[in-house]
């Protein structure tokens, strides 16, 4: 419930203003039981809704994943590795439009998000490092203010050429799960989401892409994704932010809540 989001992040900010974390991201699941649905128009009909460039279907036997991402993860080509981490939201007003240019132009000036949003190009730079040539981590781009059918984000660059010699699945050992759905420290914040949050993510947060026989590799993060088990009916999703030492459990709420408005909208048209 809305009461139960807003204690638990309370918990966690007592967390953050005691020092066993900086920033942690966290999920709420929305769910439905005996839910009957055809996956494959689910997914066209979030995709028509929300287009975003790392959209995916993908089915495993009776479970199927209906993703409209808007992240990269990580992406290889060569020796260079490409991470684009998302952190930061604002609502879209496609009916205002000198309304829609003054959100994005809060997004762009908000302290509050370039201070998360720093945080997590600090810990992929942090992960880049440990595979890459010492010196080739770079940032490409920072505080990058792009615009998606729903909401703005803010999306930074990270780059590096990974050491000689490395297996490409080092680069995944490396960085994996993603920093813009983990928080930093990774490890405690880590410990903090299973702890706290009700429900197991599963394939959310994590990653579908393709790796080619060169070794070369792109994936992006499941997030804005339904995920369906045909055999017993269970359809959800998750939504989340990141908690840092000044958030306002309130404004995070609505957030989520931005986040899945694309969601909702796929499933009213059902």
Not at 55 to 84: D, M, N, Q, V, W
Not at 118 to 131: A, F, K, P
């Amino acid at each position: 419930t809305r009461q139960d989001y807003l204690s638990t992040i309370e918990q966690l900010l007592r967390h953050i203003h005691r020092g066993d974390c900086y920033e942690i991201n966290f999920c709420q699941e929305f769910f439905s039981e005996g839910a009957v649905v055809d996956p494959l128009n689910v997914f066209l009909a979030l995709n028509d809704i929300s287009p975003n460039p790392f959209g995916a279907f993908y089915k495993c036997h009776h479970k199927y994943l209906c993703c409209a991402s808007p992240e990269r993860y990580l992406k290889k080509l060569g020796t260079r590795l490409i991470s684009e981490p998302v952190k930061g939201t604002a609502a879209r007003y496609l009916q205002d439009e000198k309304a829609d240019v003054a959100s994005k132009g809060r997004l762009a000036a908000s302290t509050k998000e370039r201070s998360e949003h720093v945080m997590i190009v600090d810990l992929v730079r942090n992960d880049l490092s440990r595979i890459c040539i010492e010196g080739s981590v770079q940032v490409d781009e920072l505080f990058g203010i792009y615009s998606f059918p729903h909401v703005h984000q803010m999306i930074s660059t990270i780059s590096g050429h990974i050491k000689p010699g490395f297996h490409w699945t080092e680069a995944i050992k490396a960085t994996f799960p993603m920093g813009s759905m983990t928080g930093a420290p990774k490890k405690k914040v880590m410990e903090l989401i299973e702890q706290y949050e009700r429900s197991k993510r599963g394939l959310f947060s994590g990653a579908v892409g393709y790796v080619t026989p060169e070794g070369n590799f792109d994936f992006n993060v499941v997030i804005r994704s339904l995920l369906y088990n045909k055999e017993t009916g269970y359809l959800s999703y998750q939504a989340g932010s990141a908690i840092t030492h000044n958030s306002d459990a309130e404004q995070e709420y609505e957030e989520c809540l931005l986040k899945a408005a694309a969601i909702e909208a796929t499933l009213a048209r059902l």
